[in-house]
């Protein structure tokens, strides 16, 4: 049976999370908040991916916890990327045509949740996420020599057009259908597709990421699937602990930071998908 989301609505009854929020969930939002915060911050993630399965395993409706994390993305992934652009590491040629194609697919993917059942997004969301936490530990080893290559080449690359297209369209469209910036997705295709260097993967996937939360936040708010308070509790903590997060990437060898975000995510996304109801 499919659930019909409309405006407020999940099958003609109000969303649960509409008339408030349990202080024990608005404490675990909180937390949640400051770890992902610090967790997209150091690796180029928008963090709704992560935060979504966490706040549904608290008791938060499914497209509640899928959509309330994204307006706190765009505040949160602008202040970390600052520290990336300031070190040269965000590929403007990229991030504009990112910006471009990316922003009407992710509005496209976030009404198209108005079809789709939040359950079987947050599923996908923790499949998504262990498959590239996977993919992240099989790659680890090759971050060293990149992070290498790329203090000692004094321009970056060119990256191709056409790649760039197809890894933006494929990120946005998923991005708006799972309620998050796209990050996840953005900075492991940035490495694997368009060969990019680890760090300007990740300033490059940060700065796009704000971009794309943008329209994914109008669509589910016009639709009545964000919780405010939630959505500033959850705020409160990610945004300064995003930025420490960046500080933290771009201080301690990339390999570390990967291997250990590879080895964490695995086993969120495994515990979470084995457990999930």
Do not use: C
Not at 38 to 60: D, I, M, R
Not at 83 to 106: C, W
Not at 155 to 175: H, L, W, Y
Not at 216 to 230: E, K, Q, R
Request: aromatic share 6%.
């Amino acid at each position: 049976m499919v659930t019909v989301v409309h405006r407020g609505l999940i099958d003609g009854y109000p969303l649960p999370f509409n008339g408030g929020v349990d202080p024990q969930i608005l404490l675990g939002a909180l937390l949640i908040g400051a770890g992902v915060g610090f967790l997209s911050g150091a690796f180029g993630k928008g963090g709704s991916a992560v935060s979504t399965p966490l706040l549904h395993a608290l008791g938060v409706p499914a497209i509640v916890a899928i959509a309330s994390p994204l307006p706190a993305t765009i505040p949160s992934t602008l202040l970390a990327s600052r520290g990336y652009a300031r070190a040269g590491h965000v590929d403007r040629d990229v991030l504009r045509i990112g910006a471009i194609v990316g922003l009407p697919l992710t509005a496209l993917g976030a009404f198209l949740t108005r079809w789709i059942a939040g359950g079987s997004l947050v599923l996908a969301t923790d499949a998504i996420l262990l498959a590239i936490s996977l993919r992240v530990l099989l790659v680890a080893h090759a971050t060293a020599a990149g992070d290498e290559a790329e203090s000692q080449s004094g321009e970056p690359d060119r990256v191709s057009k056409t790649r760039t297209v197809g890894v933006v369209a494929v990120a946005a469209m998923v991005s708006g259908l799972l309620g998050n910036s796209g990050g996840f997705l953005l900075a492991p295709l940035f490495m694997n597709v368009l060969r990019m260097p680890v760090r300007r993967a990740l300033g490059t996937s940060l700065a796009l990421a704000a971009v794309l939360a943008v329209p994914g936040t109008i669509v589910h708010a016009w639709l009545g699937h964000i919780d405010w308070s939630l959505s500033f509790v959850f705020g409160m903590a990610s945004v300064p602990f995003a930025a420490l997060g960046a500080t933290a990437a771009l201080r301690v060898r990339e390999r570390s930071l990967t291997l250990a975000y590879g080895v964490g995510i695995a086993m969120l996304s495994a515990g979470l998908l084995a457990f999930a109801r």
